[in-house]
């Protein structure tokens, strides 16, 4: 029987839980750089939690000038994503991670949500990004995709946004990466509807500005209850 004194409770997790893999399928890795090695991101990898990794598209392009798009059957404007490259590199990205999960950024993909969120956080599973470019992909690429993903009902560039914005979600969710124990259980849309109560620090006034006197009196019923009142229901 292993004696869990010696660990650290990030030794105990890291004992008893798969470290989680992203990977990113993209024409622009560099966009990750800021992200993927600053604040909670930096710690989580520090911490042996999570693996965030970018898969360069164009090191699978085509022909000498490495080849990733192409002009659309039936004409248009706009170049497509060729699905050779694309499936290149998801076979590469399965090598590192057999079980994870290919996900397209999409705008016709499902709604992401934070109980979407809470759920694939607590997965023993990883994920494949893919990030679109240009004009779109050719529609073979769906063929390997698990879940097509929407972060709105908008367009952008490129899926490197969506995706940072997902990992983003799913990774401050995962036991270990935030500091405070209850710090995900309280926050906005923990419930799938409520959003969170407002809050403030010192000092207690500010330029006329005061702090409601209930948070200051040291009454836990009465702030629970004030907090409760204070709480929002999303639309």
């Known amino acids: 029987m292993i004696d869990y004194n010696i660990f650290t409770k990030k ?80 076979a590469e990205a399965r090598k590192n991670d057999p079980t994870a999960k290919v996900l397209l950024m999409t705008p016709r993909g499902q709604r992401w949500k934070q109980s979407i969120a809470q759920n694939w956080s607590e997965s023993d599973h990883g994920y494949i990004f893919i990030c679109g470019r240009y004009e779109g992909y050719d529609e073979r690429i769906v063929s390997l995709v698990d879940e097509q993903v929407s972060v709105g009902d908008y367009v952008l560039t490129g899926g490197e946004l969506p995706a940072m914005t997902i990992i983003d979600s799913i990774v401050r969710l995962i036991p270990g990466v935030l500091g405070g124990e209850s710090s995900a259980q309280i926050e906005s849309f923990s419930d799938g509807e409520t959003l969170e109560f407002p809050q403030y620090t010192k000092p207690a006034e500010f330029e006329g500005m005061a702090v409601p006197e209930v948070l200051l009196n040291g009454n836990h019923a009465l702030i629970a209850k004030w907090r409760a009142d204070h709480s929002f229901k999303a639309e």
């Open 11 to 90: 030794s105990i997790y890291r004992t008893l839980v798969r470290m989680k893999k992203f990977q990113v399928i993209t024409l622009f890795p560099e966009m990750f750089t800021g992200v993927f090695e600053n604040s909670m991101m930096w710690k989580a990898q520090r911490d042996e939690i999570v693996q965030l990794r970018t898969i360069n598209l164009r090191n699978f392009g085509i022909g000498p000038r490495q080849q990733v798009d192409d002009t659309p059957y039936g004409g248009g404007d706009g170049m497509l994503l060729k699905p050779e490259p694309l499936f290149a590199a998801v």
